[in-house]
């Protein structure tokens, strides 16, 4: 849970407050060599900034990333 905040000192632009959602299940074979790990980040596709930064010629903000998920698989050699 993030509440909000203001990017400058000037108050021009502001983050409003949002959650965030992520969770994993991982998998690990009983000799321990193998293993399957589900994931997923930002599950609520929550739109919210990574950054911002006031400029003369405008704000200039990046969205944070969209709902993501994947599995990883591991081998220990």
């Known amino acids: 849970y993030n509440d909000g905040f203001w990017y400058a000192a000037d108050n021009r632009f502001e ?22 790990q589900v994931w997923g980040r930002n599950l609520a596709d929550t739109y919210y900034y990574s950054g911002g930064v006031p400029t003369g010629f405008g704000d200039l903000i990046t969205p944070a990333a969209p709902r993501t998920y994947g599995i990883t698989l591991g081998a220990k050699f």
Not at 20 to 34: D, F, H
Request: hydrophobic share 35%; net charge negative.
């Open 15 to 36: 983050q409003d407050s949002y959650d965030l959602i992520n969770a994993s299940v991982k998998w690990i074979s009983p000799n321990e060599v193998y293993s399957v």
